[in-house]
């Protein structure tokens, strides 16, 4: 009798083990902000790194009418690379500029902490259109610290989150 009880019980250990090992497999762990995707969106509106600095606080790129077509929710930024060795509380302000070069402002975000790369979303609140450009604008570029603050722009994008 305790053999089959020994049996039944490796059988019972067998089918859990074939039902949750897949399932567990499958559990990954989400990828981390700052990790890059494999796949480019057709949309993405700036692949090379750009810099913003107190010299240069604003960085514009145009909306493809791909991405205007498609009515994305969010303005995706990735940011790269930060040299902040004051640590100074940066902000930025995303916007988008009309054609007819009218500015409406989306929203804004912080680094926390200040020195800290990441991927940041704006909602584009369904402003964003063709034949204009996202904004990106460092917030107070003359405040004190300043001077020494270069930040890496890796990607801008348009999607769903």
Known sequence: MALILGRSVWRTLIAVAVLVLPAAAA??????????????????LGREMRYIDSRNPELSWPVPAAGAARRAKFV?????KVTNPARTSLTFAVAFRTSGNDLIQLGSFSLYPSDNPGRFIVATQGKVAANGHIVLAL?????????SVRVGVAELALGDG
Do not use: H
């Open 27 to 44: 559990c990954r762990p989400t990828a981390a902000t700052n990790d890059v995707p494999t796949d480019r969106s057709e949309y993405s």
């Open 76 to 80: 995706i930024v990735r940011i790269g």
């Open 139 to 147: 917030k107070d570029p003359s405040i004190e610290g300043m001077a």
